[in-house]
């Protein structure tokens, strides 16, 4: 399990990001109408401008479990619901949404810094809280330890030749795309110390296309190696992350 915090200003791109994005699925929730993005920030902003000097109130964390970890709706919501209670989110609102887009199981967990108290959790060392909190789950849980398993994903020992890099790059892509990488350019200086190279394709106009990746002398194009990875489809992907960091309201 791995767990990345974000502190965001406002509800609505954040809301948007895990609730809209393709397969996503509602899990849980505690104070929060769920009938559409719209409704579901309504309802955080009504708690959270209780304390309006309060201007960062967006806790999101993302939790990433490894690829032969089986993970079921329930064992993700009772995580979920561990999380909550140990971080300091007991009483508060909060959203629970599994994104079912790729391979790469993760939940997203948006939670309200104002309880309905008008008490405010701090983010004070929230990232190394998390990543520690995680440590303790996955292992009451019996789950892949991360810190001794930075598994890329799919076992590549049995795959050879051209299949193995296409899988390779697709996992590199992936497990930056899943970290919260923000840019096409940011893409390209991470996959390049990863030894892969990225292409892009473009108009007369300057307007890019298309996208190809390059690792020991073989290339592939982006939609080739997984349909998620086509030109648009990974711009949209990049531009989420960008929203959902930013916290951009609706």
Known sequence: ??????IGKTFGGCVHYVMEKDWAEVLNEKGV?????????????RIRWQIPKIQTAVWHTSISFAYDDKVSNELMRNIA???????????????????????HQHLHIVANRIGYDGSVTTDKWCKNRTARLCDHLEQEYQLTIARQHRSKGLSLDKITGKHRIKLEIRQTIQDL??????????LKRKLSREGIETRLYKRQNGKAYGVSFRKDGIAFKGSTIHRELS??????????????DRGLGL
């Open 33 to 45: 109408r769920i009938q559409s993005t719209i409704v579901a920030t309504q309802d955080f902003n």
């Open 81 to 103: 619901n561990e999380y909550v209670n140990r971080i300091g989110l007991k009483d508060h609102q909060y959203l629970v949404v599994r994104h079912n887009d790729s391979r």
């Open 231 to 244: 030109y648009n489809k990974l711009q949209k992907q990049l531009d989420l992350n960008r929203q959902a």
């Open 177 to 186: 795309l899943d970290h919260g990488i923000k840019g096409m350019e940011l």
């Open 1 to 6: 399990m791995i767990g990345k915090v974000t």
